[in-house]
């Protein structure tokens, strides 16, 4: 039986928390502009917190994409097994088509 993603535990502990310690912070941001919405704010006002909002979670995947690149793909790429090699790339190369990087 295969053991799924969800319930292992990938990556760096520390950069796990420093990830969630950001994520929290994005989350009051979020609640914040929602107020701002709901209350009327001018919308440039509102603008400039959300693409603020989209920078902070910008920083969380890349904190989160140099973690998994030194710890779970640098393994994966130097496995034995070429399934795995080719899985981790396409993974990585999904990742960064997703971002519209490619």
Partial sequence: MAVSKVHLKHGSAHVRAQAATRLRSVEGHVRGVTRM?????????????????QRALEKVNALLLEDHL????STAIRSADQRERERTIRELLDVFETSGRL
């Avoid at 919405?37 to 909002?53: F, H, M, P, R, S």
């Avoid at 030194?70 to 793909?73: D, L, N, R, V, Y």
Wanted: contains cysteine; proline residues 0%.
């Fill in 37 to 53: 919405v709901e209350d009327g704010t001018y919308c440039v006002d509102i603008i400039k917190q959300t693409l603020a909002i």
């Fill in 70 to 73: 030194q710890t779970c793909a």
